[in-house]
């Protein structure tokens, strides 16, 4: 089951009690920070709250088009190109090829055997923005989930508010987008939305929390699916070589700083039993690692209970689910300061923390527990009893009591 039917705003589009504005239609797998908005639009329905999600449409392409190295335009000269090839006569279009990208990835992700539950979002109304409807999002509650959003619910907020339909617009903030190595050459567009002072700012760890103080933010923590990712393998029973690593593209999620990792372990500890996962294609994976791409949720779950330490060698983080679903299935995680994995990681109690984009300490924060089954498992018990805390429902209960009073 994919993503679902995506129709036009009109004049008799029903008033939500909920619109998520995201970026871009996504297929397969979502994303983390899709996942998370997923989760809060299926229990906000649950619980008789009127939700809509609608989608921006082929944004990156017409941005990069439109606006090349030009400096910053004002927001709405800038909305307007972000949505330039949406106007009325083009939607037939957008709508054919947006189905199109659907329904391949949608074999696509059948074909590997994808499991991500798309029911929770059954009954939600999904919808494809264009500029010159942007006005038919009508909801009392509006929620930007990134920068580029952030552009359409500040415009919102202001013709909205203007007419009294509006009664707050709110901003998920889940990274630091405006970091150049999440958002590349976008990042001045980024940076600019955080000065909106019409968007109330949620944010999910205390870095954030701390770095817009100014505005009286509030910090919501994510959650996991504690049932799905679960302890199957007792932490004892497992070899203790056994070490799952994340490769991903996106350069913030320091794949490069991985291998360089792995290939000093490789060469320092002999017979070490490398597993990773990632988008990177598998061409591009030394063969001495046994490597799933795009692994489904039974397959994630086989990997981490197959593993005993589970390392991530991100740059830039928010609020990583990965290390809390290696924890809650019992590995002993070791993870880089990236901003985000410290929200629920105490260096030497239930994980290990080491400096930010050097292999050789990340290597021995490793090493710190191959060769060492006392400290291993000690941290792999506590680290599942800091994740088994970290629940879709309390990250939706914190959300829904924060945007129904404010």
């Known amino acids: 089951m994919g993503l679902g039917h995506i129709s036009k705003l009109t004049h008799e589009t029903e008033v939500a009690d909920y619109a998520f504005i995201l970026p871009r239609v996504e297929s397969g797998r979502p994303s983390g920070g899709y996942n998370i908005v997923f989760q809060l639009c299926s229990r906000l329905s649950r619980d008789g709250f009127r939700v809509m999600i609608a989608y921006m449409s082929a944004s990156d392409f017409f941005l990069f088009r439109e606006l090349g190295d030009k400096e910053l335009l004002p927001r709405k000269e800038l909305l307007r190109k972000i949505l330039l090839f949406s106007k009325p006569h083009n939607f037939p279009v957008i709508k054919i090829l947006e189905q199109a ?77 405006d970091d150049k190595r999440f958002s590349g050459r976008f990042s001045i567009f980024a940076s600019k939305t955080y000065e909106f002072k019409s968007l109330k700012k949620i944010v999910i760890n205390k870095t954030l929390l701390k770095r817009f103080a100014t505005d009286n933010p509030v910090q919501i923590n994510i959650g996991i699916d504690i049932e799905k990712f679960r302890l199957i393998n007792p932490i004892e029973n497992r070899p203790p070589l056994s070490l799952l690593i994340p490769l991903r593209l996106n350069p913030s999620k320091g794949a490069d700083i991985g291998l360089e990792t792995l290939k000093i372990l490789r060469q320092e500890v002999s017979g070490i039993d490398i597993y990773a996962f990632g988008d990177i294609d598998p061409s591009g994976i030394p063969e001495y690692i046994h490597y799933s791409y795009r692994p489904n949720n039974k397959e994630l779950l086989a990997l981490y209970n197959k593993s005993s330490i589970f390392v991530l060698p991100s740059i830039v983080e928010g609020m990583p689910a990965p290390p809390l679903e290696a924890m809650n299935c019992g590995n ?75």
């Open 101 to 177: 990208i659907l329904l391949f990835n949608k074999i696509v992700w059948h074909i590997a055997g994808d499991d991500y539950d798309f029911s929770l979002l059954k009954g939600i109304p999904k919808y494809l923005l264009q500029y010159n409807s942007l006005d038919l999002v009508t909801s009392k509650k509006i929620v930007a989930t990134s920068w580029r959003t952030a552009y359409v619910a500040d415009h919102l907020s202001r013709t909205q508010f203007r007419d009294q339909k509006l009664e707050s617009c709110y901003y998920l903030i889940q990274n630091s987008e």
């Open 332 to 406: 002993a995680v070791v993870v880089t300061d990236n901003g985000g994995s410290n929200e629920y990681i105490i260096d030497g109690e239930n994980g290990i923390i080491v400096p930010n984009k050097d292999p050789i300490l990340l290597a021995a924060g490793v090493k710190k527990l191959i060769f060492n089954d006392v400290l291993r498992i000690k941290i792999a018990k506590q680290g599942q009893k800091t994740a088994s805390s970290y629940t879709y429902e309390t990250m939706y209960k914190e959300f829904r009591e924060y945007t129904i009073h404010k």
